[in-house]
């Protein structure tokens, strides 16, 4: 790769950074291949156009919460709602309070990372959009109200370059009864992450959803024309269905230790080196405690195991 297609590849990965953010990043990596003269060494160095990208986006999202907190300490409530509600905002909650995690986000950039608190962090979202509390049962819900925040679908006013972002910090070796997740338009990545859960639920519709290092017991996932990547460990019973888009999971274990079902339209349907394409139905007769269920219409399930 050369430096101008892993600049390309970095620009087209920060799209959902304001312009001038974009600017500014790109600027600041061109100028470090310039100063460092060897452009292989560089790459090494750095990692990939898309790991560089995402350390832009929650470098961002940092800066931007800093920034707003220390406005909003400034401004007063009544300049806060002039502004347009653009504050971003924060909450903490007590590791201890909360033993499930629900998340339903629509077109919005999710990031989240490894921290010493439980916490989320937002951004081009209005307060009274979001709905972010621990439930009775403690749930910490998080919730984008407004489905088409940031993007100005049905006004007609110029429409704003801000995508709603989320930063969700999550502490190492968390462990959750549930967990579920509901991802539109948009996108949700881990960095680093490690959590467990005793039963999932992820839906994803045509965004991204790319999680690594989970440890989960009875995951359900729905993927429309979207696309689901992720890295870990599931044991127990796996539902998957798959409309037009891509799931890819790569997970640890002893694939012996494991059974599937699967019920293929026109795509593909793999689970290590067993593959089946088209129209097809594969059942097994005795199923194990750990199985995956998988119905796959018009695009591709790939399970692979070490």
């Known amino acids: ?18 312009l001038d953010e ?8 061109s100028d470090y291949f310039d100063d460092a003269g060897d452009d292989e060494k560089v790459m090494e160095e750095l990692g990939t156009p898309e790991e560089v990208a995402e350390l832009i986006k929650e470098r961002c999202s940092n800066t931007l919460v800093e920034k707003e907190k220390k406005s909003s300490e400034e401004d007063s409530d009544e300049n806060a709602s002039a502004n347009g509600l ?14 499930n995690i629900e998340f339903s ?10 921290g010493s608190k439980l916490s989320v962090e937002t951004r081009g979202i209005s307060k009274q959009n979001l ?18 925040s940031g993007l100005n679908f049905l006004s007609h006013e110029p429409a704003s370059r801000i ?13 959750f009864t549930r967990f579920k997740a509901a991802v539109g338009a948009g996108n949700l990545v881990t960095k680093d992450v490690d959590f467990s859960f005793e039963k999932g639920n992820i839906e994803v519709g045509a965004g991204n959803f790319v999680i690594g290092k989970v440890n989960g017991n009875n995951l359900n996932i729905r993927c429309g024309m979207g696309n689901l990547h992720l890295q870990g460990k599931l044991t127990g019973r796996s ?4 409309g ?42 005795t199923p194990k405690a750990n199985h995956f269920s998988v119905n796959c219409g018009m695009g591709s399930v790939n399970i692979s195991m070490e």
């Open 131 to 148: 709905l972010c509390h621990v439930d009775s049962q403690k749930t910490l819900v998080i919730k984008n109200l407004n489905k088409l």
């Open 244 to 285: 037009m888009g891509a799931i890819r999971l790569e997970l640890e274990g002893d694939a012996s230790t494991y059974s599937y079902d699967a019920k293929v339209g026109l795509g593909d349907f793999r689970f290590n080196k067993d593959k089946r394409s088209g129209v097809c139905k594969v059942y097994t007769d």
């Open 239 to 242: 539902d998957i269905d798959c």
């Open 86 to 99: 653009r504050d971003a905002l924060y909450y903490e909650f007590k590791k201890t309070d909360v033993k």
């Open 105 to 114: 986000f629509g077109a919005a950039s999710v990031v989240i990372i490894p």
């Open 163 to 175: 995508v709603p972002r989320i930063l969700i910090s999550i502490p190492k070796g968390t462990e």
């Open 22 to 29: 974009q600017n500014e990043a790109l600027q600041y990596y």
């Open 1 to 18: 790769m050369t430096r101008d297609e892993y600049l390309k590849a970095l620009k087209n990965n920060i799209q959902t950074l304001t």
